[in-house]
């Protein structure tokens, strides 16, 4: 895949760009495998805004995706390689031996006719999956489970992968994309590859009509507003914020604050935490 640059032949279309989708599935979803979406536009269950700049965007249906993929020992045929509005990632329509069809995340380089299977020991091609502990440390996986039988939890969205480091007793050594290295038991499942769509992260919006229809309702700066809706806001125009950090609108720290807890129940499974970045002058 590449990136297909539009022409600027209009305000809107300018510095806009999206992922060529050329070689995609161009047909209609299959039909059964569609479910109708619910919408809150981030509000809650008394029906006030828990979750601000949601709403309005285009109609959708969500595709059924099986991330667990629990038919087990059964071979599959990828039939189709599909764009998928609610996620980053494609999907692949899969057709099992015995006939059954399913969504499941598609893996960089997935073309129709590709055969994958389910297995605890699987050979190790792209799109099949299996346990940790039969997968040569060292190569890139996704959609990796948690707990075993829990379907894939980790690196899901477009392009992202976890490499797996070593093995030891009961556990799996996987490095995050954020270089922390986790442990997760050998004996949870997960696909070889990596998640398709790696370019995605490099498209520009370019307009704000664009943004809409995605379901993004437009945001206000603090220091727009007035007093009493942000710690930023007053004054005559538009003012330095005035304190000595910046302030969410409900009066914590914005920047530079760790949001894990000091003593997470997890923290005995991660071996390495994630390196810092260093700020560029």
Do not use: C
Request: zero cysteines.
């Amino acid at each position: 895949m590449a990136i297909k640059i539009y022409k600027p032949n209009r305000a809107a279309r300018k510095n806009m760009s999206i992922v060529d989708r050329a070689g995609l599935h161009t047909g209609k979803p299959l039909k059964q495998l569609l479910i109708p979406a619910t919408r809150t536009s981030g509000r809650g269950s008394e029906g006030k805004i828990t979750t601000r700049h949601r709403g309005g965007g285009v109609k959708r249906r969500l595709r059924l995706v099986d991330v667990g993929q629990t038919k087990m020992n059964v071979p599959a045929k990828v039939e189709q390689v599909e764009y998928d509005p609610n996620r980053t990632a494609y999907l692949a329509r899969i057709a099992y031996a015995d006939g059954e069809r399913r969504y499941v995340l598609a893996w960089e380089g997935a073309k129709i006719g590709d055969v994958v299977i389910t297995q605890e020991k699987a050979p190790e091609t792209p799109g099949s999956r299996m346990q940790l502990k039969n997968i040569t440390p060292g190569t890139f996986v996704f959609n990796v489970e948690l707990l075993s039988g829990r379907g894939g939890k980790l690196f899901r969205s477009a392009g992202s992968y976890g490499i797996l480091m070593d093995i030891k007793d009961d556990w799996a050594q996987v490095k995050m994309p954020s270089s922390e290295i986790r442990l997760i038991l050998k004996d949870a499942y997960a696909t070889i590859g990596q998640v398709s769509n790696p370019d995605w992260r490099h498209q520009r919006i370019g307009s704000a009509g664009r943004k809409r229809r995605m379901g993004w309702r437009p945001s206000v700066t603090g220091k727009s507003m007035n007093p009493v809706d942000h710690p930023h806001g007053g004054g005559e125009g538009h003012q330095p914020i005035g304190l000595k950090y910046p302030k969410t609108p409900w009066g914590k720290h914005a920047l530079g604050v760790k949001t894990r807890r000091a003593s997470k129940y997890s923290d005995a499974l991660i071996i390495s935490r994630r390196q810092k970045k260093l700020r560029k002058k």
